[in-house]
């Protein structure tokens, strides 16, 4: 399942390589890809996203990364 949840602000930054063009991050550990699959589909997830982030947000950027 969901092991962790984070949040956080972007840094300002002058590189070129780093986006700072955001106002607030999540940061979500998941015990598997499976278990993120699972979550992504969830109906509180769904709802959450479409009535809680969406209207708050002007665009949601999703980055789905495997750390070992």
């Given at each position: 399942?969901?092991?962790?949840?984070?949040?956080?602000?972007?840094?300002?930054?002058?590189?070129p390589?780093?986006?700072?063009?955001?106002?607030?991050?999540?940061?979500?550990?998941?015990?598997?890809?499976?278990?993120?699959?699972?979550?992504?589909?969830?109906?509180?997830?769904?709802?959450?996203?479409?009535?809680?982030?969406?209207?708050?947000?002007?665009?949601?950027v999703?980055?789905?990364?495997?750390?070992?």
């Open positions: 399942g969901l092991l962790a949840v984070t949040c956080g602000h972007a840094l300002a930054s002058d590189s390589v780093v986006d700072d063009g955001f106002d607030v991050a999540f940061v979500m550990r998941f015990a598997a890809p499976a278990a993120l699959a699972a979550y992504q589909t969830h109906p509180a997830h769904v709802a959450a996203v479409r009535d809680v982030l969406a209207p708050l947000a002007e665009r949601l999703v980055y789905d990364v495997l750390v070992r």
